[in-house]
């Protein structure tokens, strides 16, 4: 298919879906602009989390526009080292290697930045299999944790949250994918006061701007806009181009590098060392809207449900910059 | 305490959530000794039937309604499609059921699409209804198992005590002799694949409002559903009941354990590190593994006791 596509003259990937296809592409796009170096590709990747993308994997060729799991993390465990109430956290996540990955870095990083937390326990499930989380619930509760963190997403994060409100458990739920879409109305109001995302946006968030062309998405296509670091990857694209005065994605990589723009959260810089955009993360709690009796500020609500995203905290792109051990090869810069 | 009796009725309320699904199936392969397949894909059915009525007529008459339209759809498969096949002999039987497992779920696909339903507890049923000693417990959970319970009493009620149970029973063991004294029995037959549909699609009433009603739940309780029938023996109502039990309780109490390998060989005062050959083995925690342990039961069941807990028929 890349092959397909840079036969018709396609200059541009920009792709999102998992880390493993984003692995492929680097690889095959490395391998193709060594050998043609004058129909070079640039690969824009607005969604494929695996750090090792910007870290082991590095590629000039390739330039992430999201926060990967371990900024996110680091974003995450900022925000609770702020929290004095948080004493005893719970993990829950997935038996695979995101899942794990995840439950690392947040041990990692909570005893790093608040030694006095405790994680009070850790459960591996296998992804999509539970129906029942109420004996993870229970243990849960068993164990007094005061805060959740789980990397769940889909039918896990859902039925766990509803397990959570149904048992009445108190602690709150910190989420990576509670924002992505059909999310909120599957966990509906058993998500109310009880979870929180960390996110690089959010519509109650956003710019009147912004606003304007979610609201022309919504009209065009009857879905809610979710993607607004997809516009940031446009504009920053735009802007690069300008910058180099051309659009062979040599000049507008160069161009990229230390790029920096405003966006709805707050300025973000394109990093050159690692191609990884260091951008301000959000942390977002599901409470009603203000239509259904919520706060005045939950002005949007997320696909209908009645419910919609509060920031609780804004986290300026430094805290979540982790420090990163890419090296990439770099092709001379242009004359 | 608290923590252990919390556990042991949130195992006896899923164990009974499992009974209810494969109770149909059970009755079905020991009336008609037809294995369905299929059997999940009414279980999913139902709770989408449900969540169609209840968005115009409310959650109680989909409880009612839902199990019934199944039931339908049951005998309709039966009638027109297994009775065709039944000829063939019991693989063409096995592979038809097997096929229109697919054919429901793309139905399903086509018709409500990929995501999940926002099909809900009612507000009726929704918050606690007691507490254990400072944990509340939810109503919902209990009416599922005053369900599965009035099932089950029900059912035994129908086979044992009334006039269609025990031409059902007879139709089961001498079809030509009930033939000859005037009854249909293909007919009893399309009602017991009816009966069965709807048993599970009552548990799919159930089911899709306490956890999640999406093209995706007939495959995830598919193959349990087959551990609890094989585990109880094939076509024993009894024994599905106690295997339905079992392995809630199972399931349930060893993901509170977080037990594993490592922690038994240091108690025996072997060093085990992340060093040692097949750590991460060593390492898996009870809990870990309680989604698998099912599964073990039933290979140990086919290979020390193949009949099953209380099966009479062999193979």
Same mark, same amino acid.
């Given at each position: 298919m890349l092959r397909q596509a840079i036969d018709r003259g396609a200059r541009y990937v920009v792709q999102g879906q998992s880390s493993a296809v984003a692995a492929a592409l680097i690889e095959a796009i490395n391998r193709h602009n060594e050998r043609e170096p004058a129909r070079a590709v640039l690969f824009l990747n607005y969604a494929a989390t695996d750090? !090792?993308?910007? =870290? *082991?994997?590095?590629?000039?060729w390739h330039f992430r526009f999201d926060a990967h799991i371990g900024m996110r993390m680091e974003a995450l465990t900022a925000h609770l080292a702020r929290?004095?109430?948080?004493?005893r956290v719970y993990l829950v996540v997935q038996d695979y290697s995101f899942g794990h990955e995840f439950a690392r870095a947040a041990r990692q990083l909570l005893a790093e930045r608040r030694?006095?937390?405790?994680?009070v326990g850790e459960d591996r499930h296998p992804m999509g299999q539970v129906r029942d989380f109420a004996p993870y619930i229970a243990k849960i509760r068993a164990a007094q944790a005061d805060a959740v963190l789980t990397g769940n997403w889909g039918n896990d994060l859902n039925l766990l949250v509803k397990a959570a409100r149904e048992a009445g458990l108190q602690a709150r739920f910190h989420t990576?994918? !509670?924002?992505?879409?059909?999310a909120v109305p599957a966990m509906g =109001? *058993? !998500?109310?006061?009880?979870v929180s995302d960390i996110t690089d946006w959010h519509a109650n968030a956003a710019s009147p701007a912004t606003l304007r062309a979610a609201a022309r998405f919504r009209d065009r296509h009857g879905a809610d806009y979710h993607f607004a670091r997809a516009a940031t990857l446009m504009r920053m694209l735009a802007a690069a181009a300008q910058r180099a005065g051309s659009a062979e994605p040599l000049r507008v990589a160069y161009a990229l590098e230390g790029l920096r723009i405003d966006t709805d959260s707050g300025e973000a810089e394109m990093r050159r060392?690692?191609?990884?955009l260091l951008l301000p993360l959000l942390v977002a709690g599901l409470e009603r809207s203000a239509a259904n009796?919520?706060?005045? =500020?939950?002005r949007m609500e997320a696909e209908r449900s009645g419910l919609g995203w509060r920031t609780l905290a804004r986290l300026p792109a430094?805290?979540? !910059?982790a420090p990163t051990a890419c090296r990439m090869q770099r092709p001379p810069p242009p004359g | 305490m608290e923590f252990f009796l919390v556990q042991l009725l949130n195992g006896i309320s899923y164990g009974l959530l499992l009974f209810m699904l494969s109770s149909g199936l059970t009755i079905v392969f020991s009336l008609m000794g037809v294995l369905n397949f299929a059997h999940a894909s009414f279980y999913m059915l139902g709770a989408y039937f449900a969540y169609q009525v209840s968005t115009v007529l409310g959650f109680w008459a989909g409880l009612v309604v839902a199990p019934l339209l199944v039931g339908l759809v049951g005998m309709a498969v039966e009638r027109y499609g297994l009775r065709q096949v039944h000829k063939h002999g019991h693989v063409a039987e096995l592979l038809f059921t097997f096929g229109l497992a697919y054919l429901i779920e793309e139905a399903v696909h086509l018709i409500w699409g990929r995501s999940a339903l926002e099909y809900r507890v009612p507000p009726e049923l929704d918050?606690?209804?007691?507490?254990i000693m400072g944990s509340p417990y939810p109503m919902y959970r209990t009416f599922m198992m005053l369900v599965s319970v009035a099932m089950l009493v029900s059912i035994w009620l129908a086979l044992t005590r009334t006039r269609i149970g025990l031409v059902i029973q007879a139709a089961l063991s001498h079809p030509e002799t009930v033939e000859a004294l005037g009854h249909n029995v293909p007919r009893v037959f399309m009602l017991v694949f009816g009966g069965g549909a709807a048993l599970a699609g009552l548990a799919g009433v159930i089911g899709g409002a306490a956890f999640v009603t999406d093209p995706g739940m007939a495959v995830s309780v598919g193959p349990i559903v087959f551990v609890i029938v094989v585990v109880g023996g094939m076509g024993s109502l009894a024994g599905a009941f106690v295997a339905s039990l079992l392995i809630g309780c199972l399931q349930n109490f060893s993901i509170s354990l977080d037990w594993s390998l490592a922690g038994l060989f240091s108690w025996f005062g072997w060093m085990v590190g992340?060093?040692?050959?097949l750590w991460s083995l060593w390492n898996v925690k009870l809990s870990q593994a309680a989604p698998v342990l099912p599964y073990l039961l039933m290979v140990l069941m086919l290979i020390f006791r193949p009949k099953g807990l209380m099966g009479t028929r062999e193979g």
């Open positions: 750090p !090792a993308l910007t =870290e *082991a994997r590095c590629s000039f929290d004095a109430s948080v004493r030694p006095d937390i405790q994680v990576f994918y !509670a924002g992505s879409p059909g =109001e *058993a !998500a109310v006061g009880r060392l690692d191609h990884q009796g919520g706060p005045r =500020e939950v430094y805290v979540s !910059a | 918050g606690p209804i007691f507490q992340p060093d040692t050959p």
